[in-house]
């Protein structure tokens, strides 16, 4: 398989519930992003990763929890989520960060918190 | 705050058309500037990337172009065919690394 895959593709939850999204990039990449897309909104960048580690967090609540455990695989854990944020949730792969590198993006999740 | 523009918001013309759409940014300090396209329930792709030191770049049937000082980036598709019908977004990456991106224009493609 190649390039950056997502799972679930679609997910429906409640408020209370506990759910996560995977991402898993297979092009030897150190880099990796969350984004969220609302409807009629622009994409937002969530968090970047560069080698596991953290090196941005925009401002997103702590409802959503990201975790790099390695270079190839990055988690968003999801929990007591709001109707607001139904949006789709791409994730993104690059080679590092420096700025000149391409992002090759994930197909999304789409989520809808009922 | 870097604020990225896309117009028309939606576009539909024949096949075999000529287009242009069009972005534009407020702040003009980018490291570079790229075009995407989306199609529906997908991610994105990468089309072009024009450095901030270029005026433009080209593949196939797409060319953007970039002027920095006036804070504008055009995407022209020569011979436009339905396949090209998708959303297209453009994106900016400011000085610090971060992509900022425009709302996208929702391209149709009619046979």
């Known amino acids: 398989e190649t390039g950056v895959t997502q799972t679930p593709r679609h997910l429906v939850m409640g408020m209370t519930n506990k759910k996560s999204l995977k991402c898993e990039q297979h092009?030897?990449?150190?880099?990796m992003y969350w984004y969220k897309q609302s409807a009629k909104k622009p994409l937002e960048l969530m968090f970047v990763?560069?080698?596991?580690?953290?090196?941005e967090n925009n401002s997103v609540p702590s409802r959503f929890s990201p975790e790099c455990p390695n270079s190839s695989h990055l988690f968003l854990h999801l929990h007591t989520l709001q109707p607001e944020d139904s949006a789709l949730y791409l994730c993104?792969?690059?080679?590092?960060?420096?700025?000149?590198?391409?992002?090759?993006f994930g197909p999304g999740t789409r989520l809808l918190v009922l | 705050k870097q604020e990225v523009t896309q117009i028309p918001a939606a576009l539909s013309v024949p096949e075999g058309e000529n287009l242009v759409l069009n972005c534009s940014f407020t702040?003009?300090?980018?490291?570079?500037l790229q075009w995407f396209r989306q199609d529906p329930g997908k991610g994105l792709t990468s089309l072009l990337l024009?450095?901030?030191?270029?005026r433009e770049q080209t593949s196939g049937r797409l060319n953007a172009s970039l002027d920095k000082s006036s804070g504008r980036s055009t995407l022209y598709i020569a011979a436009s065919q339905p396949g090209d019908s998708a959303t297209y977004l453009c994106?900016?990456?400011?000085?610090?690394?971060?992509?900022?991106f425009g709302q996208g224009t929702e391209l149709s493609v009619k046979p």
């Open positions: 993104a792969s690059s080679q590092g960060t420096s700025g000149q590198e391409t992002q090759y």
């Open positions: 092009l030897g990449h150190n880099a």
């Open positions: 990763y560069n080698f596991k580690e953290q090196t």
């Open positions: 702040d003009s300090a980018i490291y570079n």
């Open positions: 024009i450095q901030s030191s270029q």
């Open positions: 994106a900016v990456r400011n000085q610090g690394g971060k992509l900022i």
